[in-house]
């Protein structure tokens, strides 16, 4: 339990650092082309946020089917959202999925990690009344 709270600690320091700083520098130079694909990665984090929150409290799948369905979901989103701020072109759009699966595999590992720590937390905690 307590390094999910650090992990996440960590991460949103880290975003609120990030933004802070080039807050500062959007108002010293204005936006650069470094700090507008940041602000654009921020922008797409919190879509994917809220459709992965969308997908878990209204869709009822199985694990695996829930993440193939967010994967598909996500690319989607991000396939889009690349050809809007002009990161994906049409023939390279198959990139979406690269770069969606390599993170989805990433917060797998992180996410099975940080389950199993839990369960070894709440089964100390239930050895420890017996």
Do not use: H
């Amino acid at each position: 339990m307590k390094m999910k709270k650090i992990l996440r600690d960590t991460c949103i320091l880290a975003s609120l650092m990030i933004l802070a700083v080039f807050a500062i520098s959007i108002i010293w130079s204005g936006v650069t082309d470094e700090i507008k694909l940041i602000l654009q990665l921020f922008l797409l984090a919190l879509m994917i946020s809220v459709i992965n929150n969308l997908f878990d409290d209204y869709l009822t799948l199985s694990v695996i089917m829930s993440y193939v369905v967010k994967y598909f979901a996500i690319s989607g989103v991000v396939m889009l959202f690349g050809f809007i701020v002009g990161w994906f072109y049409p023939s390279n759009f198959w990139m979406a999925f690269i770069y969606v699966g390599a993170v989805l595999v990433m917060a797998y590992f992180l996410d099975s990690f940080m389950i199993k720590k839990d369960i070894e937390y709440i089964n100390n905690k239930i050895n420890s009344r017996g």
